[in-house]
């Protein structure tokens, strides 16, 4: 079992909703991760939060907002999403900064996304 | 980020074979892992192997490095149907930690 809990598992929205991707780990890690990935394909990275702090931007449309509250949780806001978007969001921790450097990544079992 | 490249993209046994994965990458790393990812779930750590080791086992897994090639195997023993899943190579570069992910192999097992 994965010590990295995604919800929802499924989400279907239309392009004018507003919904979130919420992320939470408690293994006293400081470095959390989104990424998206289109089946069949390897995961792509979207943000890195390092200390709670932004530190990476992979140069992601506005209509995904990530927000790291505290050390433990992580959220993705989504909103006016394109059919494009439709994938499975993966969340992603581990012990410092520096994505591989430290070790393994921790991933939670993702949430799949749907937009109609 | 720059994909590596990983053979074969697919590749299906009969279960008790062994399972052989390639990846090459292009720059120089801090370290390489292996993910294993079933069907619409999330990826599992396997193993990781630093750039200045050369093989390495893990219970059925046994990984090795060729820096001066750059490139890595993953070898799965005696495969199981539970061994059926998406295989995906991960780079770690030196420069700036940013970790690489290869293509994937996808890897079926026949009971």
């Known amino acids: 079992d994965t010590e990295v809990t995604q919800t929802p598992k499924h989400l279907v929205m239309g392009m004018t909703n507003k919904k979130s991707l919420k992320c939470e780990q408690h293994?006293?890690?400081?470095?959390m991760y989104w990424y998206k990935q289109k089946a069949k394909k390897p995961p792509e990275l979207m943000f890195v939060?390092?200390?709670?702090?932004?530190?990476i931007n992979e140069s992601v449309p506005s209509r995904f907002s990530p927000e790291c509250p505290n050390s433990s949780l992580l959220n993705l806001h989504l909103h006016a999403l394109q059919p494009e978007d439709s994938a499975l969001y993966l969340c992603a921790s581990n012990l410092v900064p520096g994505q591989g450097a430290s070790g393994e990544l921790f991933f939670g079992e993702g949430s799949r996304l749907t937009v109609l | 980020s720059q994909q590596g490249e990983e053979d074969p993209q697919a590749l299906s046994i009969q279960e008790g074979e062994n399972a052989t994965m390639n990846c090459s990458y292009k720059t120089s790393i801090n370290n390489l892992q292996w993910y294993r990812q079933n069907s619409g779930r999330g990826l599992v750590h396997l193993i990781l192997i630093r750039s200045n080791e050369r093989e390495k086992h893990s219970g059925r897994l046994r990984v090795t490095l060729d820096t001066s090639k750059k490139s890595s195997s993953l070898l799965i023993t005696a495969s199981r149907a539970a061994d059926t899943a998406s295989y995906f190579c991960?780079?770690?570069?030196?420069?700036?930690?940013?970790?690489?992910w290869g293509a994937g192999t996808k890897l079926i097992i026949k009971p």
């Open positions: 939060y390092s200390y709670e702090k932004l530190s």
């Open positions: 293994m006293g890690h400081r470095a």
């Open positions: 991960a780079t770690v570069s030196k420069s700036n930690y940013q970790l690489i």
